[in-house]
Nanobody, 127 residues
Framework: QVRLLESGGGSVQAGGSLSLSCGAS????????VAWFRQRSLKEREGVAA???????SYADSVEGRFTISTDNTKTIWYLRMNNLTPEDTAMYYC?????????????????????WGQGTQVTVSS
């Protein structure tokens, strides 16, 4: 059972930046995918960015060019760098992980690919 723990959320003004981190409780092998999802108030959880073992990435259109997903050399910590934030980015952000042969489709991650979830970290962007 993989446990995920997010950190790094907080409050920032529009135009600012935040970085989120997600740590895994155990080494993850190949075919392991990690993604960030977010859930805005009264909205469904949506995929934001995904990265596979080979560090191929995928982003939702709404964050393309502003957000960057990455991992470290151990591939047990993943990051989401968020630049040029807007109030529409305000949400609970979740780290998710799963095993898949392909998890970086155009347009960002798909929820069905992931079965491990963190508890979430709140990001609030004020205007």
């Amino acid at each position: 059972q993989v446990r995920l723990l997010e950190s790094g959320g907080g409050s920032v003004q529009a135009g600012g930046s935040l970085s989120l981190s997600c740590g895994a409780s155990m080494y993850t092998g190949k075919a392991f995918c990690v993604a960030w999802f977010r859930q805005r108030s009264l909205k469904e959880r949506e995929g934001v960015a995904a990265i596979d073992y080979d560090t191929e990435t995928s982003y939702a259109d709404s964050v393309e060019g502003r957000f960057t997903i990455s991992t470290d050399n151990t591939k047990t910590i993943w990051y989401l760098r968020m630049n040029n934030l807007t109030p529409e980015d305000t949400a609970m952000y979740y780290c998710a992980a799963g095993v898949s042969d392909f998890c970086v489709p155009d347009g960002g991650p798909e929820r069905d690919e992931y079965n491990y979830w963190g508890q979430g970290t709140q990001v609030t962007v004020s205007s």
